[in-house]
């Protein structure tokens, strides 16, 4: 989006400890701290990038938004802050991946092992710290961090857990076991999906965005922990919450609306044509549902540029400061 960028730079000009650079690479080696400006999604994407990283991240959003550690608008206030010291730093837990001897980057919201083909179920066998727990067959299984506990395992029947809880969240998806309910386990366990078996290829997906095939098992356990920069007395950990149990008290929706919510939770800013594609849902009914979550507040409406044009765009309503 060259207008923030050129908003961005402008900002960041009048502070010389500071740099701007349009794409990130592996190399930071010399900075204190390392920001990443831009949607949810993008931000996710450029964490991943910085997977080795072990110092300070600044996080800055549109809204107040999961992983904002501050709002755009308040990023020139933010950078004198940083200067003077004064900001806190948040632990985020995060997952390392082992597949077949191979590391992934940290989930920093989850990992969810499904089959690569939809309406497809899998088996497996769970194992944490060695401990045989149960086989199941289910539509697939997510292990969460305590910060992806407001997204996709929340969706999938999982509870709500404080971002600084020191805890992973094993969660069955549609198990054809009743007794197979989500489970928190310690972080320090190491999670094994053992017998992975589908009649479509099984595939781990990282934070909605990193996908690779699997063969019949999985290992997940705690990586290091993700370093955010916290500024302020206003938690986003809690903005979260209250963002979570506002969605949550809207229950007269109809299930389309219901359904395009969670995708722009958890995708961020989509077009009407990327809601289309995602959800598989005639335009009309896409169309209908956008209508209804804006009057009730509940999203928003806005143009942004991408490439060299403009776009609308609807994305959660940010939650009142």
């Known amino acids: 989006m060259p207008s923030v960028i050129d908003e961005v730079k402008k900002i960041i000009g009048n502070y010389s400890s500071f740099t701007v650079v349009t794409e990130v690479g592996s190399d930071v080696d010399g900075y204190d701290v390392v920001g990443v400006i831009g949607t949810d999604r993008f931000i996710l994407m450029n964490l991943h990038r910085l997977n080795s990283w072990e110092g ?100 999938a029947g999982g509870p709500l857990i404080h971002s600084r809880a020191q805890v992973i969240e094993i969660v069955p998806v549609n198990s054809t076991n009743l007794a197979r309910v989500p489970v928190i386990v310690p972080s320090d366990s190491v999670i094994m999906i053992r017998d992975l078996i589908s009649r479509s290829r099984v595939e781990a997906i990282i934070d909605g965005s990193i996908r690779t095939y699997v063969g019949s098992e999985v290992r997940i356990m705690s990586g290091k922990p993700l370093k955010l920069i916290r500024i302020g007395e206003i938690s986003s950990a809690i903005g979260r919450y209250e963002k979570k149990i506002s969605l949550l008290a809207n229950m007269d929706l109809p299930p389309s609306a219901k359904f395009i919510l969670k995708i722009l939770e958890y995708e961020g800013q989509l077009t009407q044509k990327e809601i289309v594609e995602k959800t598989m849902l005639p335009s009309r009914t896409v169309r209908n549902a956008l209508s209804i979550l804006i009057r009730k507040g509940l999203i928003q409406r806005q143009v942004i540029i991408r490439g060299n044009k403009e776009v609308i765009v609807y994305s959660l309503k940010s939650a009142e400061r």
């Open 56 to 155: 300070p991240v600044l996080t800055v959003g549109f809204g107040l938004s999961f992983l904002n550690s501050v709002d755009i608008t308040n990023l020139d206030k933010a950078l004198t802050t940083i200067v003077d010291g004064n900001y806190d730093i948040e632990e985020i837990l995060r997952l390392s991946v082992n597949i077949k001897g191979k590391k992934l980057p940290y989930a920093i919201n989850e990992v969810a092992i499904f089959p690569s083909r939809s309406a497809m179920t899998l088996e497996y066998s769970l194992y944490v710290n060695n401990e045989y727990l149960w086989h199941d067959v289910a539509d697939g299984l997510i292990i969460s961090t305590p910060t992806g506990s407001t997204a996709y395992a929340m969706s």
